[in-house]
């Protein structure tokens, strides 16, 4: 499959699913470089935000293919659809990545954490994510075993 620069509309949709609160979380934040290195997603920061995106996207696909094209300028648009569900977005996550990830230095790079931290997030928001223990034991029972075992009594 080749590498392509993706369309505004999905760094748009990615933007929006980091900036939608989930839970008690704030504004995504992400960690990169080093541990002390550290973002975060606001209103204010969508455009600058999604220029990054776009750029780590832009220099993925020059790497690989040994151009030189630059990055056009990024404006935040609130997205054309906004009933994406968290399978969707994880899906529009992996895509990004896969269009970004070229440079060697992707493991490293800011693009590179903000997707770890959203997808993140869209796991945490999955239907039934909660649903079992933190830490299993051998008295747990998963919640499928539950509700199968009420359903006999």
């Known amino acids: 499959m080749s590498a392509f620069v993706v369309h505004p509309e999905h760094i748009h949709v990615l933007l929006w699913a980091a900036s939608r609160p989930v ?3 704030g ?3 992400w960690h990169f470089d080093n541990p002390t290195k550290v973002d975060h997603l606001t209103r204010d ?14 220099a ?3 790497y690989r293919y040994g151009e030189d094209d630059e990055s056009l ?4 648009r609130p997205p054309q659809h906004s009933t994406w569900t968290a399978p969707e977005l994880l899906n529009a996550v992996h895509c990004y990545e896969y269009q970004a990830c ?6 490293a790079s800011e693009a590179h954490a903000f997707c770890r931290a959203l ?3 869209l796991i945490q928001s999955l239907p039934g994510y909660d649903d079992g223990p933190w830490s299993i034991t051998p008295t747990d029972v998963p919640a499928g075993g539950r509700r199968r075992g009420a359903a006999r009594r």
């Not at 920061?45 to 832009?58: E, H, I, K, S, T």
């Not at 300028?73 to 935040?76: F, G, L, M, T």
């Not at 070229?102 to 493991?107: A, C, M, T």
């Open 23 to 25: 839970g008690h979380d």
């Open 27 to 29: 504004p995504l934040q």
């Open 45 to 58: 920061r969508l455009d600058g935000v999604g220029q990054m995106l776009l750029d780590a996207n832009v």
């Open 60 to 62: 993925s696909v020059n």
């Open 73 to 76: 300028a990024y404006v935040y």
């Open 102 to 107: 070229e440079r060697p230095d992707w493991q």
């Open 119 to 121: 997808e993140h997030r």
